[in-house]
């Protein structure tokens, strides 16, 4: 199965009419945050696929329009936000938001993270109880600590996540946040069994 990863960035020839062409095998897309819901919209209404993804510290819940406050969540995607999604046999789970550094929306203390995730571990539990393992890919907007994250309280990582893949061993956590320039960057960290990807701008995988 392919999926295509994005995140923090538009990319030109995916905000195009090319789009359609070069990722017509594309089975689904994950969505890192911090992309405009007319992006998002873009894609899933020309490829037709089904889109999952988290919010990034830099979206919005509400948005003003000539008709008054209106949700800014992305409208036909699926919200990965604490929650455990199996999709053609491809179980998927998420965790939105970075480290908590000015107080606005989708930002979370360590601890705040840590009992997000805390209340996810029965819904672990009985997913491995029906499906023999715990999750297979893990979706968030902030990396794991230590892994391509920065030393900056906005863009430092969760040692949350990171305790996550010593525990549950998914086999990818991706996330995005980070912005990457040049070609020497490293955007892809395996950790035990779990590839760790940063999905900025986009990256396609296969599962």
Same mark, same amino acid.
């Given at each position: 199965?392919?999926?295509?990863?994005?995140?923090?960035?538009?990319?030109?020839?995916?905000?195009?009419?090319?789009?359609?062409?070069?990722?017509?095998?594309?089975?689904?897309?994950?969505?890192?945050?911090?992309?405009?819901?007319?992006?998002?919209?873009?894609?899933?209404?020309?490829?037709?696929?089904?889109?999952?993804?988290?919010?990034?510290?830099?979206?919005?819940d509400k948005t003003y329009?000539?008709?008054?406050?209106?949700?800014?969540?992305?409208?036909?995607?699926?919200?990965?936000?604490?929650?455990?999604?199996? %999709? =053609?046999? +491809?179980?998927?789970?998420?965790?939105?938001?970075?480290?908590?550094?000015?107080?606005? #929306? !989708?930002?979370?203390?360590?601890?705040?993270?840590?009992?997000?995730?805390?209340?996810?571990?029965?819904?672990?539990?009985?997913?491995?109880?029906?499906?023999?393992?715990?999750?297979?890919?893990?979706?968030?907007?902030?990396?794991?600590?230590?892994?391509?994250?920065?030393?900056?309280?906005?863009?430092?990582g969760f040692k949350s996540? %990171? =305790?996550? +893949?010593?525990?549950?061993h998914p086999k990818y956590?991706?996330?995005?946040?980070?912005? #990457? !320039?040049?070609?020497?960057?490293?955007?892809?960290?395996?950790?035990?069994?779990?590839?760790?990807?940063?999905?900025?701008?986009?990256?396609?995988?296969?599962?």
């Open positions: 199965m392919k999926i295509l990863l994005i995140s923090d960035k538009i990319i030109e020839h995916i905000y195009s009419a090319s789009i359609e062409e070069r990722f017509k095998d594309i089975d689904f897309i994950i969505s890192c945050g911090d992309l405009p819901n007319y992006y998002l919209d873009f894609i899933i209404s020309t490829l037709n696929k089904p889109l999952f993804y988290v919010m990034g510290n830099h979206n919005n329009t000539e008709n008054g406050i209106k949700c800014a969540h992305p409208e036909g995607c699926i919200n990965l936000d604490n929650k455990i999604i199996d %999709y =053609n046999g +491809i179980i998927l789970m998420g965790f939105e938001g970075s480290m908590k550094y000015n107080g606005q #929306q !989708y930002q979370y203390t360590e601890t705040q993270m840590k009992w997000k995730i805390m209340r996810m571990i029965p819904h672990l539990y009985i997913t491995k109880l029906f499906k023999r393992r715990f999750v297979d890919i893990v979706v968030t907007h902030a990396p794991a600590a230590g892994i391509h994250d920065a030393e900056d309280l906005c863009h430092r996540f %990171y =305790n996550f +893949i010593n525990r549950y956590l991706v996330h995005g946040h980070v912005h #990457q !320039y040049g070609t020497n960057n490293i955007w892809l960290t395996e950790v035990g069994e779990t590839k760790v990807i940063n999905a900025y701008g986009y990256r396609v995988i296969e599962i």
